[in-house]
């Protein structure tokens, strides 16, 4: 079983939809991230949380909104998707301690807007 | 604020050349982390490598390597004797460790290598 499970892996929606793609880890990291692929655009930074209480904006937060309900879970939700959100979606973890260690990823959720 | 650059949008090599991988990145802190991912078509992202600002010593790992040079600021990526297999996207990151951008991931566009028969 993949350590950084997302769930759903694909998913077609309609314009003003509500959407939310979810996300567990087993791997004990506090550190949870949500990411979104473009082509041609990399990965680009949606929320990050480095606890349960700790809930931080990225770099293309608007239209999205976040919830850290335990250490293990962390929910992405898009409260009423817009067609420029058709993406690739990624979850990922990180290590706790001084160092930054590297991300760890689930297998991604490919959500198409229409 | 942190800015990683991968010139490169797409390489094509015939099997068992070498393919070069150029990440140039730019950071205020002293103390930063820099990555390499490896994205298969199969879509997962693969953790290739990951560096301190402090260790410029370069890597060497199978057929792949790594040259750091903090000078200009670049982390490129070497991969010898290429083969099919090494066909995907190819990803370098950059995690600042000294501000409040600490634990955040910066990522470039990345590069798509394509290793033909």
């Known amino acids: 079983d993949a350590d950084v499970t997302q769930t759903p892996r694909n998913r077609i929606t309609k314009t003003g939809k509500r959407i939310m793609l979810e996300c567990s880890q087993t791997?004990?990291?506090?550190?949870m991230y949500w990411y979104r692929q473009d082509p041609g655009l990399g990965l680009r930074l949606i929320y990050y949380?480095?606890?349960?209480?700790?809930?931080n904006k990225g770099e293309i937060s608007d239209g999205y909104s976040v919830s850290r309900q335990a250490q293990a879970k962390f929910s992405l939700s898009l409260e009423s998707a817009i067609p420029n959100q058709t993406a690739l979606y990624f979850c990922?973890?990180?290590?706790?301690?001084?160092?930054?260690?590297?991300?760890?990823f689930g297998e991604g959720s490919r959500l198409t807007v229409l | 604020a942190q800015k990683v650059t991968q010139a490169q949008t797409e390489i094509s090599v015939v099997e068992k050349e070498d393919v070069t991988l150029d990440c140039v990145y730019e950071?205020?802190?002293?103390?930063?982390?820099l990555f390499w991912y490896k994205q298969p078509p199969s879509g997962e992202l693969v953790f290739l490598i990951r560096?301190?600002?402090?260790?410029?010593q370069n890597e060497i790992s199978g057929r792949y390597s790594w040259n750091f040079q903090k000078s200009t600021s670049s982390f490129n990526f070497t991969i010898t004797a290429s083969q099919v297999v090494d066909s995907a996207v190819y990803f370098c990151a950059l995690s600042e460790a000294g501000t409040d951008s600490w634990g955040k991931f910066q990522f470039g566009a990345g590069t798509q290598v394509v290793v033909t028969p």
């Open positions: 990922a973890t990180s290590p706790t301690g001084k160092s930054v260690g590297e991300l760890f």
């Open positions: 791997k004990g990291h506090d550190r």
């Open positions: 560096r301190n600002s402090f260790d410029e």
């Open positions: 949380s480095f606890d349960v209480k700790d809930i």
């Open positions: 950071t205020r802190d002293t103390t930063y982390y």
